[in-house]
């Protein structure tokens, strides 16, 4: 099967993209793997036809806006993410009229028709420095109450507002799990992703990315890391260190959705040219601005 993808991918000139939760068969047969950001900007940026998105509706979805004209495609259609699905439109509209117009920032991990309402997107890896970038005062984040609790802490002055969103996989860590690890592993670095409660955060040695995780793993003077994120980070992890122990915290931390893709769905899609993202035009239109300056903005 893997052959069979090779050649298809050729004869249609497409790219695959790969996040860093998905399978490692996913993984291994990539173009490219990254961040939601790196992979956001690789979508914009390549010459090839076809984009397939091994990863969430929400990534292949900010792939289609930003590469209107390509051919995007989701292996697998129901592959979605549960905290861009806690926040809607017309909630967002609410929420934004109740607090009296603040500029709406949304996390990338967010429907297309909550960008279409957002003033700029953002992801993990640089929601510092977009919210920082803002002349505006008052800011509305969306969904992540946790990242964006985050935020508040690292841009002190500006007023900013939560929305009560959270992803179920990084929510589940806890402290006490994290200081179980500590006590097993006393020498180890802690690297978790901003996704993570604040107990978490606060007993970190590093806050990041997916792609901030794995380089700080991967430049940190230790042999020992207490990884806070989603367990498919190993793959990359271990691929690219020798002689580095990792230890996830909760012991599997697993994105289902992340895992829905298998090889199979992967050459299924390239095959059968599905499940095609499309999406309704005056959406995208609107969405484009927003994720446009997202990735115009630099990662911490
Ligand atoms: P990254 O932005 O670090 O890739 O994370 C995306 C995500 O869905 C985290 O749960
Ligand atoms: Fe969404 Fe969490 Fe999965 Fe990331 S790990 S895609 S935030 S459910």
Redesign the pocket.
Known sequence: MKSEIEVLKKQKNAVILA???ERSEIQEIADFI????ALAQIAKDTDADMIVFCG?KFMAETAKILSPKKKVLLPVFDAG?P?ADMATKEAVLKKKEELGNPVVVSY??TNADVKSVSDICC???NAVNVVQSLKEDKILFVPDKNLGEYVKENVKDKDVYLWDGY?P??ELFSLKELENLKKEHPNARVAV?P?SPKAVRDAADFIG????IINYAQNEDADEFIIG??EGVLFELKRTTTDKQFYIIGKSSI?ENMKKTKIEDLYNALKLERYEITLDREIMEKAYEPIKRMVEIKRV
Do not use: I, P, R
């Not at 990315?209 to 901030?212: A, E, I, V």
């Open positions: 996040h860093y939760y990254g961040d939601s950001l969430v993410c905290m990338v991990n992801t993990s890896a992803c996989t990084h992703h996704e990315s997916t792609s901030g994120t989603e994105c």
